[in-house]
Protein backbone atom coordinates (compact mmCIF):
# COMPACT_ATOMS: atom_id res chain seq x y z
CA UNK A 1 0.00 0.00 0.00
CA UNK A 2 1.38 3.32 -0.31
CA UNK A 3 0.32 4.74 3.04
CA UNK A 4 2.85 3.09 5.47
CA UNK A 5 1.00 4.98 8.09
CA UNK A 6 -2.24 3.52 7.24
CA UNK A 7 -1.23 0.26 9.00
CA UNK A 8 -0.22 2.43 11.93
CA UNK A 9 -2.92 4.98 11.98
CA UNK A 10 -6.82 4.57 11.29
CA UNK A 11 -8.29 5.20 7.66
CA UNK A 12 -8.97 8.83 7.91
CA UNK A 13 -5.82 9.57 9.70
CA UNK A 14 -3.79 7.94 6.73
CA UNK A 15 -5.82 10.06 4.15
CA UNK A 16 -3.53 13.60 4.76
CA UNK A 17 -0.22 13.42 3.30
CA UNK A 18 2.55 10.73 4.59
CA UNK A 19 4.48 13.53 6.57
CA UNK A 20 1.43 15.04 7.91
CA UNK A 21 -0.01 11.99 9.12
CA UNK A 22 2.49 11.09 12.12
CA UNK A 23 1.52 15.14 12.87
CA UNK A 24 -1.57 14.83 13.18
CA UNK A 25 -2.04 12.32 15.92
Known sequence: H???A???FPP???RP???ET???L
Open 2 to 4: GHE
Open 22 to 24: TVR
Open 12 to 14: FVS
Open 6 to 8: ASL
Open 17 to 19: LKG
